[in-house]
């Protein structure tokens, strides 16, 4: 088997030596104790602004010094235009870039980068909609205009949203941005109401939409299940990989940069603001720079996450999104393009440590295998058997048949029996392809006839052997022998492999865990934010209260007043502090009240009503009080908190009110009390008067024969009639407004009642040569109403009708039934008619359309007026429709509860 030690010191020594040297070397670069001082180039991706505070602060800070690297740091912003900061990287301009999913945009293109460190864990991406045009959700934007074509990453990220709330994109309105508009001008449509909604990158938009003065609502697609890493560090992926150690050096001092930027933010914000100039000038840069930092630390989620963490999972997501949104050719694996400097680092380190172990065993065994031959070339056989028997490796030699194109076992050691399980009288003179059929489709025939026909030993690499029992991860190394035979030496990796896919299980469990707490934490810290708004907002209303407002312990001391509390008292809040609230007892506010009050408010009550107190000044005031008990997690009280409203002018316009109320009744008795009067006092004579004028004019007691006084006598009559009716009008309007007027409700028979009031007006109308119609319906029912009140109504309805008619001209009474049950009687003349403002006067009490001296009809102006309210005293309505020489109608209608 071993006929020549030579053998081995030429196939095994030289090439391990080799393989030695080269892997100490190799391991020395990468893991970074040979590398120099580098000048490394940081490309931004916009104007210098918080947005990069964590770079410039390892800059400043010198943490890029101390790890050897020189670092410039360039605006995106050259001679007035942008350049793309993934360009730079490509190009060999820059060293590191800030993109965002970009990088995937330009990878599908051809570009060969690498994602090194990601800092914004949420999206900036939002649509802004106005605050007044009631769109909340994206459900809210089907149909409305929307801008479209900002950028495409924009673009991808909203309909991404879109289609993961189920919405066709197709049914959004996208309207392109004009030509020539820059993207941080793109408000100005939503400004002008030219759009509904507006995708944006928030940053600078929120600041634009502020200055602008447009109030808008912020649609996050991260809220919805579409989060996109913002800000991440780019590099070139072969540079990357080659110059792991600088890096790391970057991405570390990074990190500590950003921790400083977010902890000192005052102090960045004045160095970014004065030291830093920008292509893009702005009007207050401190300003901007402070709105950029509360922004950007929620951005980061700091200190939750450390600055720069990303996951190559999330990255998988983010390309799958745009894959299916048409953006990319295919959708990329995390690991294909996100270089972690670490792990990159410790995962070379450790394979370098392998093969070095292995080249450093496999000289330290060829070595040994030297100077056996040296000291005792008689021993050679039986110490080199042993020592082939007793390695712990396992250690095939095979013999080529048919010229190298199989190969077949003719030693294996005890190291390969234990690895296999199965003894080496098994496998000698049995080919390679028969114990291993996989050896084909593995490769590892392929090696071994490389080796045989160039002689050059080779490292088959980690892989895993399944040919029935023989399973398992086989690391290997084959080399030739001078006398043709083919050295398999190899280890078994498969309890390593299985510790690796379990500490990647592990960590992968580990990670998952993590997101989950992370995403518990993020929802905690938005609704610590959101408590700590509202308790904002509360405060500042509570301080801006036009309302006196104080807060006292359970025992009545007070802990809290409010500045319009000092405005009312003119105590201030150290002054009221510590005290009770009879601090500011006037003394007239009776016992009972405050009695009420706290058996009330300790009874876990609200207490309502109006207190007297009194001011540091002496000065009383009334104020209507409001007190409530304020309780805890376990409902007990704990404090009482009181608000209470100056109403002192409020009383003293009550008081004015009461007195001026006081006035009108003594004015209303009096009036009625005059009306009593005149009911007495008038109606007295007027009846002696019409009396003897009447008995005058019939020459009861003997002829008058002056027939002047005949017609005096008949004027006098007249006079005293038309007197005394204007007399029981005015009582009558007066009874009616101080409610006193009764009605005598009778049933009345509609047609014979018409009749009635027509022979009592015909004389009148036969006089005035107007003819009297009526158009009544034979089944009108009876209706329950004042006999007496109503033929005053009718009456006075057809007089004016024939009053205002013309010589030849008619007058029209109209009964009907309708079919809602009620009764209508209308009265219609072709008379002079009236205007909508002669209408309105002739419906006020004492107003006369004609109502000058030379006025050609008589009226006290108090006959419709009249009417409508007997009308109302009967639940009815009283309607008037009138055209100024085209005549008048009245309607009086009866409700159903009236009709018989």
């Known amino acids: 088997m071993y006929k020549a030690s030579d053998k081995y010191v030429h196939c095994c020594i030289v090439p391990t030596l080799k393989a030695f040297v080269c892997a100490l070397v190799v391991m020395l670069f990468s893991s970074g104790y040979l590398s120099a001082a580098d000048n490394i180039v940081l490309q931004l991706r916009w104007d210098h602004q918080f947005q990069f505070a964590g770079f410039y602060a390892a800059k400043w800070n010198g943490y890029y010094r101390e790890r050897g690297l020189h670092v410039e740091i360039k605006s995106a912003f050259s001679s007035g235009k942008r350049v793309n900061s993934l360009q730079e990287v490509i190009d060999g301009r820059a060293r590191f870039g800030i993109g965002g999913a970009d990088i995937l945009l330009a990878r599908d293109q051809g570009a060969n980068l690498a994602i090194v460190a990601s800092y914004f864990q949420r999206s900036p991406v939002e649509v802004f909609v106005a605050k007044d045009n009631g769109i909340q959700s994206p459900a809210d934007l089907v149909g409305k205009k929307m801008v479209t074509g900002i950028d495409p990453l924009i673009d991808a990220e909203v309909d991404a ?67 996109f890493y913002g800000d991440s560090l780019v590099v070139d992926a072969q540079w990357g990989r080659e110059n792991l150690a600088q890096v790391k050096a970057f ?3 990074t990190r ?11 102090e960045m914000i004045s160095k970014i603001s004065l030291l830093l100039k920008r292509h893009l000038p702005l009007d207050n840069p401190i300003a901007y720079n402070t709105f950029l930092a509360e922004q950007i630390e929620s951005l980061m989620i700091f200190p939750t996450i450390e600055p720069g963490s990303v996951n190559p999972k999330r990255w998988e997501q983010i390309g799958q999104t745009l894959f299916h949104s048409g953006l990319i050719s295919s959708a990329p694996s995390g690991d294909d393009f996100v270089l972690l400097p670490d792990k990159a680092l410790a995962s070379r380190n450790d394979q370098i440590f392998r093969n070095s172990a292995i080249s450093a ?9 030297f100077v056996i031959w040296q000291r005792s070339m008689r021993m050679r056989d039986i110490r080199f058997r042993e020592l082939f028997e007793n390695m712990h490796n396992g250690v095939a030699v095979y013999r080529s048949l ?23 009288q098994h496998l000698i003179g049995k080919r390679i392809t028969d114990i291993l059929p996989s050896a084909q489709k593995l490769g590892l025939l392929d090696v071994f006839k490389r080796v045989w026909s160039t002689g050059e030993p080779e490292h088959f690499p980690l892989s895993f052997y399944e040919d029935g029992k023989l399973t398992g991860w086989r690391n290997s190394y084959v080399y030739k022998l001078p006398d043709g035979e083919i050295v398999a030496i190899y280890e078994d990796t498969t309890a390593q492999k299985q510790a690796e896919e379990a500490l990647a299980s592990a960590n992968k469990e580990l990670e998952g865990r993590i997101s989950d707490k992370t995403a518990d934490l993020r929802e905690e810290i938005i609704r610590h934010k959101i408590t700590l708004r ?28 409010n500045p319009k509390f000092s405005k009312m008292t003119g105590y201030s809040f150290s002054e009221a502090f510590g005290q009770t609230p009879s601090l500011i007892k006037s003394g007239d506010t009776p016992r009972a009240v405050y009695t009420d009050l706290w058996t009330t408010i300790l009874a876990g009550k609200n207490w309502r009503g109006e207190l007297k107190d009194r001011a540091k000044n002496g000065s009383v005031f009334w104020a209507a ?11 007990r009280i704990t404090h009482f908190v009181a608000m209470h409203e100056d109403i002192t002018h409020r009383r003293l316009a009550d008081k004015k009110i009461r007195l001026a109320i006081d006035q009108a009744e003594a004015a209303s008795r009096a009036k009625t009390e005059l009306l009593a009067n005149m009911n007495h006092e008038l109606r007295t004579p007027l009846n002696a008067i019409i009396g003897f004028s009447d008995l005058m004019r019939n020459e009861i007691f003997g002829p008058i024969h002056n027939e002047k006084y005949l017609e005096y006598a008949n004027d006098i009559l007249q006079s005293g009639e038309h007197l005394l009716d204007l007399v029981n009008r005015i009582l009558d309007v007066s009874a009616i407004e101080s409610g006193k007027l009764e009605l005598h409700e009778e049933s009345l028979n509609i047609p014979d009642f018409i009749e009635d009031c027509l022979l009592l007006v015909r004389p009148h109308a036969d006089q005035a040569e107007v003819i009297l119609l009526t158009d009544i319906s034979d089944d009108l029912p009876k209706i329950y109403a004042d006999h007496l009140r109503i033929r005053q109504v009718l009456s006075n309805l057809l007089s004016n009708a024939i009053k205002y008619s013309m010589k030849g001209g008619s007058v029209t009474i109209t009964a009907r039934i309708f079919d809602t049950g009620c009764l209508t009687i209308s009265v219609s003349d072709t008379g002079i008619g009236m205007t909508q403002s002669e209408l309105v006067k002739a419906m006020s009490h004492f107003g006369q359309v004609d109502a000058g001296l030379d006025r050609k ?6 006959g419709l007026p009249l009417a409508q309210n007997l009308i109302d005293l009967h639940g009815g309505e009283f309607h008037i429709e009138s055209e100024e020489g085209n005549g008048t109608t009245v309607t009086i209608s009866f409700p159903r509860e009236r009709v018989i």
């Open 402 to 424: 048919n010229n190298g194109e199989n190969f077949e076992f003719t030693d294996f050691n005890k190291g390969g029996e234990r690895i296999e399980g199965i003894l080496r």
């Open 625 to 635: 009080a409001s007190i409530s008990p304020v309780r805890d997690s376990n409902n």
């Open 361 to 369: 065993f496999a000289l330290f065994l060829t070595l040994s295998m």
């Open 857 to 862: 009809h008589e009226g006290s102006g108090l």
């Open 534 to 561: 509202q308790l904002r907002l509360f405060s500042q209303a509570v301080e801006q209260s036009p309302y006196m407002i104080f807060i006292t312990t359970i025992e009545g001391v007070i802990q809290y007043s």
């Open 256 to 266: 500590l940069g950003w921790e400083y930027a977010l902890t000192h933010q005052k």
């Open 161 to 227: 949203m879109f289609r993961l709330e189920g919405i066709k994109v197709a049914l959004i309105n996208k309207v392109p941005l004009p030509d020539g508009v820059p993207s941080y001008k793109s408000l100005g449509p939503l400004v002008r109401k030219e759009v509904d909604a507006v995708p944006v990158y928030a940053l600078s938009s929120l600041w634009a939409a502020d200055k602008s003065g447009v109030q808008v609502h912020r649609i996050r697609p991260a809220a919805y299940g579409v989060n």
């Open 251 to 253: 991405t570390d001092a």
